[in-house]
């Protein structure tokens, strides 16, 4: 089952906006994950936040986590036509192994 | 260098046929995962191999999904008498270090099944 549910289910902005989606999860983690996935490169990996840490920036992008509430956000800033793509947050758990749960996933597109 | 690749990267079934899933990590990363993605759904965890150890196949949705990965490189997922409901992407991933491992997981394009 997936744990993780991403808000907005879908999302339409212009070129040089700036797109934030949200992410929910239900049991306690290692790290969350986010990843984008579109039809020409497959699911590529984006950005990792441990659970130890609030904050973590890589680019263009910026993500927020928060454990208490149990819920990441995403930012992308300055978006580009070329950032259209579902993107998914996964979760590690703290025990077992790396399996990764994803959540539904967030459709942005990007219009020029 | 080269990333995970999976072969097919379509494959239509008529409904109960077996089908076949080729995963090729890269070359040297000891954990391998195969998840399985619905439509318009995240990927959902099949199972996870540590070398050519199947630790975890939890997700394994029916008696009819095996998966195999006899010398610790290549893996393959086979369906036995595909049903609709099997129709999906199939993603495998592999990352560098062993359970418990945080390494980032680099998945392959995929292979979509179509059962008909």
């Known amino acids: 089952s997936q744990q993780g549910e991403e808000d907005p289910q879908a999302l339409s902005i212009q070129e040089g906006e700036n797109a934030t989606m949200n992410c929910s999860y239900k049991?306690?983690?290692?790290?969350l994950q986010w990843y984008r996935q579109n039809s020409g490169r497959g699911l590529v990996h984006l950005i990792l936040?441990?659970?130890?840490?609030r904050e973590k920036h890589s680019g263009r992008l910026r993500v927020t986590l928060d454990t208490s509430k149990k819920s990441s956000s995403l930012l992308i800033t300055a978006s580009r036509a070329a950032d259209t793509a579902s993107y998914f947050c996964?979760?590690?758990?703290?025990?077992?192994?790396?399996?990764?749960?994803f959540g539904k996933g967030t459709m942005l597109l990007v219009s020029p | 260098g080269a990333g995970v690749s999976q072969s097919p990267r379509y494959k239509v079934a008529k409904r109960g046929q077996d089908v076949a899933l080729r995963c090729d990590p890269i070359?040297?990363?000891?954990?391998l995962f195969w998840y399985q993605q619905a439509l318009g759904q995240g990927p959902e965890f099949l199972t996870y191999?540590?070398?050519?150890?199947?630790?975890?196949k939890s997700g394994l949705p029916s008696d009819r999904f095996f998966a195999e990965r006899p010398e610790g490189s290549v893996s393959t997922l086979k369906i036995q008498r595909t049903q609709q409901e099997d129709s999906a992407v199939y993603l495998c991933?592999?990352?560098?270090?062993?359970?418990?491992?945080?390494?980032?997981?680099?998945f392959g394009p995929g292979t979509r099944l179509t059962v008909l």
């Open positions: 070359s040297g990363h000891v954990s």
């Open positions: 936040i441990r659970s130890n840490e």
């Open positions: 191999f540590q070398n050519e150890a199947q630790l975890d």
């Open positions: 049991t306690s983690i290692n790290n």
């Open positions: 991933a592999s990352s560098l270090g062993d359970r418990g491992s945080t390494d980032t997981q680099y």
């Open positions: 996964a979760t590690k758990r703290n025990s077992g192994y790396s399996t990764l749960t």
